[in-house]
Every structure is written in C-alpha cells, then in structure tokens.
C-alpha cells in the first residue's frame, strides 16, 4: 500500500520510480492519419489532388454582367449589362444572357446596342410585329417580338436621355432564375413613378437612378435612402448584392453566377 491508500504492484512502483520527462506545454505534436499523413500538415496527398482540382472546377464564378433587382410591390428584373446579349432556351448547356423557360433554340437570338440602337440577330425562327426575320433588324420602342413556341415579348425603349432598353413577356413565359422583365441596362437606369421610368413605381415619392462608371455599379436618388444600412445622400457605389431602403421603398440585388 502507498501514502495514498491505494495497493500497487511491485512492477508498477518500479515504473513510477523511473524519471519522466516534463512535457512542455508549447511543444507541438504532429499527428498522423492510419495512411501515415501528417494531420496538422496542409499538405495534400497525391491521390486526392486530382479530386481537389476537380472539385475547385465546379465552383461556379459570379456573372459581373447580370443580376436580379427585387422591388418590393413592383416586381423582380433581370439586369443585363453588357452590349451584347444571347436569348435562348434555358438548359446549362446553352450558357446565354436571357435564358428562357419555353420551345425554343438553345441560341435563339442576339442582341447589340449599337450608337443607332438595339439590332437583333435571328438564329432562330422569329418575327417583329408579324414579320418573319432572317437577318439583322434594328428595333423600335413597342415592336412585338414571337418566337416559336408562342413566346412574345415586347421590346420598349421609353426613356429619351437613356440608351437602356426592357424587354416584357407579353405571353406567360418567364426567364430562369424567375423574372417579370428584362431591363438591357446601357449607362443608366431609372426606377420611380415617372411613366417615362424604365421600372414604373407609382407610390414612390422620388426616382432612383443606377449608373454604371468604370465597370462599377452606383445609384443616387434626391431622397433620403440607405445602402446596406448606411444612410446615404447623394451617389454611393452598390454592390450586385445590396440593400437598398427609402421611406416609401425597399429593394434587393441578387447577383447570377456565369
């Protein structure tokens, strides 16, 4: 029996009587796996680093062109910047701008704004205001759109001073993610209860205007509003994920990936 009232073998005193060495509590241990691998290391075996890069392939990038705006009460916008837009059917393998949710070609047509304006390229069938189109046609503010499937869309340009333009679905299809309309964003947009606006808010009390400077995204407004929960005045820089408030108006950038 020891000093602590415990019985001990002979062996075990023997043990206990043998020097141990203090463990110091900074030193590190490096663990290892059953394969041998060093756990603390950030080191990767060669067997799984093809899996890795596999893995970083499908990491999916953010679409700088495009985004969504949700408007609380007025409707959600797929935003398109670029100068030339696709519109086709939306399946992953298309990769287009506008993709739609209807019987149509994967590429079924192109878009540019030009200095005179927006010209479509049919590569699939389609028609303006009844005609079939077989080569280049430069829109007017309120031409009809149909391609097959019986999708219509409206093609409109109100705004004088803004190269922008906005395409509505005239039938029940809809673009994938889900959207009222598609607004082909130039230099400026304009949201707010002018009938010449690009997004009509009527109960709003002042417009919102987005514009683009340097590949960057801003909107000012003569109101008082917040961005992210900053109290703004006069221009700020927003983000394809932004919060945007005003006293009579809420809305939400979502941004797309590539």
Not at 175 to 185: E, G
Request: charged share 25%.
């Amino acid at each position: 029996m020891d000093d602590t009232g415990y019985w001990r073998s002979p062996k075990t005193n023997d043990r206990l009587k043998k020097k141990i060495p203090a463990i110091d509590p900074n030193q590190k241990f490096n663990r290892q796996s059953s394969t041998g691998r060093n756990q603390d290391s950030d080191e990767v075996p060669h067997s799984q680093r093809g899996s890795q890069r596999h893995l970083s392939d499908m990491i999916t990038k953010t679409d700088e062109s495009r985004f969504l705006v949700w408007v609380d009460a007025v409707g959600g916008y797929l935003v398109c910047t670029s100068d030339e837009v696709v519109l086709g059917q939306a399946v992953p393998e298309s990769h287009v701008d506008i993709p739609i949710l209807g019987d149509l070609a994967r590429k079924h047509l192109k878009l540019n704004r030009t200095s005179s304006g927006y010209l479509l390229e049919p590569f699939g069938y389609v028609t303006v205001n009844g005609l079939v189109i077989t080569e280049k046609t430069l829109l007017r503010d309120g031409d009809l759109i149909n391609l097959t499937g019986g999708i219509e869309i409206r093609f409109s340009k109100a705004h004088p001073l803004s190269a922008t333009a906005r395409l509505d679905f005239q039938s029940t299809h809809r673009t994938q993610p889900w959207s009222d309309a598609v607004l082909l964003m130039a230099e400026s947009c304009v949201l707010g209860p002018n009938l010449r606006n690009h997004v009509v808010c009527r109960n709003w009390s002042e417009d919102i205007v987005f514009f683009r400077k340097n590949k960057q995204l801003f909107c000012k407004s003569l109101g008082a509003i917040s961005v992210d929960g900053r109290p703004i005045s006069g221009k700020t820089e927003v983000r394809n994920n932004s919060h945007i408030e005003g006293e009579d108006f809420s809305m939400t950038l979502e941004p797309l990936t590539s």
